[in-house]
Nanobody, 121 residues
Framework: QVQLVESGGGLVHTGGSLTVSCAAS????????MAWYRQAPGKQRDLVAR???????NYADSVKGRFTISRDIGKNTVNLQMNSLQPEDTAVYYC???????????????WGQGTQVTVSS
């Protein structure tokens, strides 16, 4: 019931900035939380940042002070502004959305297809 489309990945030099975006679409849903995860080659998928419906945010320690997550409730979009990028930030970034599916109100989790972010040294 919910489709996610990500955009904005790419190649950047160390110290540069990128913004990745995710748009949710579909019918009969209400978004709870939105988040970004990332997965580097050979590693597990880890939470980068998360924002709740109330606007509360939490970040991985490794990105605090450099990344900012934001959302537009009306447009069902979430953005991740990434500054001071480092080679260790290189990964596939995945959008994740927790949504209440109407009319029963159960909570479902959805994933985007992923967008590559590469930081060259």
């Amino acid at each position: 019931q919910v489709q996610l489309v990500e955009s904005g990945g790419g190649l950047v030099h160390t110290g540069g900035s990128l913004t990745v975006s995710c748009a949710a679409s579909g019918s009969d849903f209400r978004i709870n939380a939105m988040a970004w995860y990332r997965q580097a080659p050979g590693k597990q998928r880890d939470l980068v940042a998360r924002i709740t419906s109330g606007g509360s945010t939490n970040y991985a320690d490794s990105v605090k002070g450099r990344f900012t997550i934001s959302r537009d409730i009306g447009k069902n979009t979430v953005n991740l502004q990434m500054n001071s990028l480092q080679p260790e930030d290189t990964a596939v970034y995945y959008c994740n959305v927790d949504a209440f599916i109407q009319p029963l109100g159960y909570l479902e989790s959805y994933w985007g297809q992923g967008t590559q972010v590469t930081v060259s040294s």
